[in-house]
Structure formats: structure tokens, C-alpha cells
């Protein structure tokens, strides 16, 4: 018996659509992230990465990142506007909702890793002193990533708050 007679045919060919919904998106969403390129005449290159079933799109420049910060905004507020502008794009286009990440000029990748230190330093005020620790507000993408290192450490969090106010707390898991 081979390794793919193991496989239930309907599996396999929901995982096939599946790959290739997510492919279609990348591609709809990299069309449409050129042509606002070109309408800001601003240069960059469009990278698309599937991790997990989710695309992940990056716009790079090989000058100097400035061009692009204009497309960042402060606090990343114009990239989460572009990244549900993308989702609205592949929606129209394809008749799925879309949970594409948008990352442009390494912003998101540098808001992650600044994140994680923050969890690691939180990890360990709770796990030093026993009390809860609050985080500041942020987005459900980065919320997401921080409950996953609290998680993989062994402490616990929850989201706590209602809309620009959600933030995580911290504390030790209940014995």
C-alpha cells in the first residue's frame, strides 16, 4: 500500500481547492497591490508567501524603505487600511472573504518581533511576582501572536476589552 492510497479522495480534493483558493487570492491581491503601486508611482516588489493556508503578502523596495512608509502610516494605521482595502479586492473578485496579511517594508515582521520582547518581558513580571500584567491595546492579528507565546510559555491570557480598548492580560495558569 503507497502513502497516497491512505488518503480519502474527498480530502484530498478539498485540500487541492483549498491551495488553490488561497493561490487565486494571492494572485487577485498582488494585481491589485501593482496597480495602486503604480497609481501612487511609488516602486516595489510584490512577494506572496502561503504559510498555513493563509497568504501573506509582502511589498519590498530595494531603495530605501521611506517610499514606502507613506503606505504605513503611523501605529501601522494605513497598512491595516490597505491590507482590508486587499481583502475587499479578493472578495469582489473571487466571492471568498479573504484573511490575507499585508506587510509592507518589513513593518509587520518588526511590530512582531517588537511583540514577542514584550510578551518575554511580561512572561516574566508574572511569572516573578504572581500578578496579572495588562498589555496595551492592539489588533486581533497581533493579539494572536502574543496569546501564542503567553501559550507556549505555560501562562495564561485572554483578551479583555471592547474594540481599539482589547488588550491581553497575563497570568499563571489556574492549578
Do not use: C, F, W
Not at 503507497?2 to 479522495?9: K, Q, S, V
Not at 511589498?59 to 514606502?68: N, P, Y
Not at 473571487?94 to 510578551?119: M, V
Not at 511576582?129 to 502574543?146: I, N, Q
Amino acid at each position: 500500500m503507497t502513502a497516497t492510497e491512505n488518503i480519502d479522495a474527498p480530502d484530498l480534493e478539498n485540500q487541492i481547492d483549498d491551495d488553490q483558493e488561497v493561490l487565486d487570492e494571492g494572485d487577485v491581491a498582488a494585481d491589485y497591490l501593482e496597480e495602486l503601486l503604480d497609481i501612487a508611482d511609488l516602486d516595489g516588489d510584490i512577494d506572496i508567501e502561503i504559510r498555513g493556508g493563509r497568504t501573506y503578502i509582502s511589498i519590498l523596495t530595494e531603495d530605501d524603505d521611506a517610499s514606502l512608509e507613506s503606505l504605513v502610516g503611523k501605529d501601522g494605521e494605513v497598512l491595516d487600511a490597505l491590507q482590508e482595502l486587499t481583502r475587499l479586492a479578493v472578495l469582489t473578485a473571487t466571492g471568498e472573504r479573504s484573511r490575507l496579511i499585508l506587510d509592507i517594508a518589513g513593518y509587520r515582521a518588526e511590530r512582531a518581533d517588537l511583540l514577542r520582547k514584550i510578551a518575554e518581558d511580561a512572561i516574566a513580571s508574572v511569572r516573578e511576582t504572581g500578578e496579572k500584567v495588562h498589555l496595551d491595546p492592539m489588533s486581533a492579528y497581533e493579539r494572536k501572536l502574543v496569546h501564542d507565546v503567553i501559550a507556549d510559555a505555560g501562562l495564561h491570557s485572554e483578551s479583555e476589552g471592547e474594540s481599539t480598548r482589547r488588550h491581553i492580560v497575563i497570568s499563571v495558569l489556574d492549578s
